[in-house]
Nanobody
Framework: QVQLVESGGGLVPPGGSLRLSCAAS????????MGWYRQAPGKQRELVAK???????NYADSVKGRFTISRDNAKKTVYLQMNSLKPEDTAVYYC???????????????WGQGTQVTVSS
């Protein structure tokens, strides 16, 4: 089982910045990918950014040029640097990890508890 602990959310004015962190622990043989999703009230959960084991990244069009995803393999931690924040970025942000956790080699997805990001003046 993989446990994910998120931190870094909070209240920030428009144009401000936040850095989210998500640390993975537990039985992990290999992490295939790590990513961030967000969900605003009344809206579908959407992929914000992801990074694969090979280092390739993908971003939602709405955050390109403003958000940067990165990882620290030694710490099994993924980060999301969010700059030039807008009110429409307000949501609960969830960390997601796809990992191989046993000898079957079957990948499993794990979710963090969510951290609130509120962009408001």
């Amino acid at each position: 089982q993989v446990q994910l602990v998120e931190s870094g959310g909070g209240l920030v004015p428009p144009g401000g910045s936040l850095r989210l962190s998500c640390a993975a622990s537990g039985r992990i043989f290999r992490i295939n990918a790590m990513g961030w999703y967000r969900q605003a009230p009344g809206k579908q959960r959407e992929l914000v950014a992801k990074i694969t084991s090979g280092g390739s990244t993908n971003y939602a069009d709405s955050v390109k040029g403003r958000f940067t995803i990165s990882r620290d393999n030694a710490k099994k931690t993924v980060y999301l640097q969010m700059n030039s924040l807008k009110p429409e970025d307000t949501a609960v942000y969830y960390c997601n990890v796809e990992a191989i956790i046993d000898f079957t080699g079957y990948p499993q997805n794990s979710w963090g508890q969510g951290t609130q990001v509120t962009v408001s003046s």
